[in-house]
């Protein structure tokens, strides 16, 4: 049976300030999705929140880029934003970035991983978000789940996953995409997605079968509109077991967490730490990053689940690792490394003061 899995999210309203979702939000998404389930668009549907984000999970038979789907999605987000104006919640309809939907969600503001398979007899499924991030984040996790043996012990004792997988890497910049095959090709992949704010990992495919292995959003917000509305909190889809890695090589790069970019006004480093859905509230200066793992197994494409899979104590050490590296960050204030480089904060008054204090500057001797 042929099912697409569509994850669309957007930020259309944070309660309180960036740090959370209201749950009547969630509870209007919810009412939004059962109506057009019932009616048989969607096979299935699971309404959840990272952070500040809303994220629509669904099941459904029109594939990829589907503009039905896609306008479901995006009406949904209309219909929440109502409510969050209603509840002055902040940043109402904050990523919607036009005000009139033209067939597909892609470049309108909202974040979305899409794919399109033929449900195995077990399809166990990871769906990542996360909040206060950009797209790049999820790089150096995808290089380890596919790439790294040290991460996935699969790729050396597992005869199905000896061959290794495939990169789809975006230039999100340029606007182009070039495919690597690892592991031959991994020095050469990494002079590129170890620069994640330019090259991300779009998609992984398994090089044995071509079957699509995961599939992240790559959507640049300030790219899109030009100018700071917020940063991108993308989300992933990774597919596990069998052929692909297992449940726990996939959840493992998240046990030493990294540092992404994107805390504060989307213009500082700061450590991705993995937490449940529930903890899923960036508070302390407005962070750190969050990454929440929803688990599910698909049956004829309903969603089995979620199970919620950083919820469990063996990420405790990760996230008391992830606040140490925060402290030591913020030890470091409007300074670089912690700062972003002045080229990628999204939030600057470079031209202002540079401009107000032009006069002031003299050659060197
Ligand atoms: C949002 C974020 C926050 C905001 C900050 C200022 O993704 O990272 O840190 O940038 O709270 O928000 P505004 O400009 O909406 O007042
Ligand atoms: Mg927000
Ligand atoms: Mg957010």
Not at 102 to 128: D, K, L
Not at 233 to 254: K, M, T
Not at 277 to 305: E, H, I, M, N
Request: include cysteine.
């Amino acid at each position: 049976m042929k099912i697409t899995l569509s994850v669309i999210k957007a930020d259309i309203g944070g309660y309180v300030g960036h740090s959370e979702s209201h749950p009547d939000i969630l509870a209007k998404a919810d009412d939004c999705l059962s109506k057009v389930k019932s009616e048989g668009l969607l096979v299935d549907y699971h309404v959840t929140k990272c952070g500040d984000d809303l994220q629509l999970i669904m099941t459904h038979q029109q594939g990829e880029d589907n503009e039905r789907i896609h306008k479901l999605a995006w009406d949904t987000f209309i219909d929440c934003t109502e409510v969050a104006k209603q509840l002055k919640l902040h940043g109402a309809g904050q990523d919607l970035l036009s005000d009139a939907f033209s067939g597909n969600v892609r470049g309108m503001g909202p974040g979305v991983a899409e794919m399109e398979f033929e449900e195995r007899e077990a399809e166990t499924i990871i769906v990542y978000m996360a909040d206060k991030t950009s797209s790049g984040a999820w790089n150096m996790p995808l290089y380890k789940i596919f790439a790294d043996p040290f991460n996935t012990i699969g790729l050396v004792i597992a005869e199905n996953m000896h061959q290794g997988f495939t990169f789809e890497v975006h230039d999100v910049k340029e606007h182009k995409k070039i495919n690597f095959n690892a592991p031959e090709e991994i020095y050469d992949m990494l002079v590129f997605i170890g620069a994640p704010s330019r090259f991300m990992v779009k998609a992984v495919y398994h090089r044995g079968s071509g079957e699509i292995a995961a599939v992240s959003s790559t959507q640049r917000l300030a790219l899109i509109a030009g100018r700071y509305i917020g940063k991108d909190d993308p989300v992933c889809i990774v597919r596990s077991q069998g052929e692909f890695p297992a449940v726990g090589e996939v959840l493992e790069p998240f046990a030493s967490p990294i540092l992404v970019e994107g805390w504060m006004r989307g213009s500082h480093m700061g450590p991705l730490m993995p937490v449940s859905t529930k903890d899923s509230t960036p508070t302390r200066f407005d962070g750190p990053p969050r990454v929440t793992a929803a688990g599910f197994q698909l049956a004829r494409g309903s969603l089995v689940g979620p199970r919620d899979m950083f919820a469990d104590k063996s990420f405790n050490l990760a996230r008391h690792q992830a606040n140490e590296m925060a402290d030591m960050m913020r030890r470091h204030g409007p300074f670089e490394p912690h700062r972003l480089p002045l080229e990628e904060m999204e939030y600057t008054t470079m031209p202002q003061v540079m401009k107000r204090l032009e006069g002031r500057f003299s050659p060197l001797d």
